[in-house]
């Protein structure tokens, strides 16, 4: 497995585990008090989180696969990262094009930035799934 697909399900993972708890967190705050939480205090948390998941793994792959870490990234790896860009990119759009319809008839922010915030979140996932579909197929 190339260090690249390694590092993707790496990340994969880590926006899975964050993305899932903070769905978790604003779903279960909205069925108890029957209103969006509040953006900061869950932002700031699960933006650390992802961070040092995120720095943690990948000074610990790079350690463990010190010669394919060292390496430089070939053309093959160029373009399935850049195939998974392009359609995070699409997932993103369409996320926050839908957040904002949203909003249009909500009128509530904290609802805004939690679903722009989830279609990022998507977007990334959506990412590292391609990339390791693609290093999967070997094209």
């Known amino acids: 497995m190339a260090f ?3 590092s993707a399900w790496l990340l994969l993972l ?3 585990s964050v993305g899932l708890y903070m769905t978790y967190v604003v779903v279960q ?3 108890e008090q029957h209103q969006v ?3 900061l205090p869950v932002f700031i948390q699960l933006t650390i989180t992802l961070i040092v998941l995120s720095v943690i793994g990948q000074i610990v792959l790079a350690i463990t696969n010190r010669k394919q870490a ?4 070939d053309e093959r790896e160029k373009l399935f990262i850049r195939r998974g860009q392009a359609a995070a990119g699409g997932v993103l759009a369409v996320g ?4 904002l319809l949203h909003f249009l008839f909500l009128n509530d922010g904290n ?12 977007a990334q996932v ?6 390791i579909a693609s290093f999967r197929r070997g094209y």
């Open 126 to 131: 959506t990412e590292y799934a391609v990339q």
């Open 96 to 99: 926050v094009v839908t957040s």
């Open 29 to 31: 705050t909205y069925a």
């Open 37 to 39: 939480p509040a953006v």
């Open 70 to 73: 060292e390496q430089k990234t």
């Open 14 to 16: 880590a926006t899975l």
């Open 4 to 6: 690249k697909e390694k």
């Open 111 to 122: 609802l805004l930035f939690y679903s722009c915030l989830l279609s990022l979140v998507v």
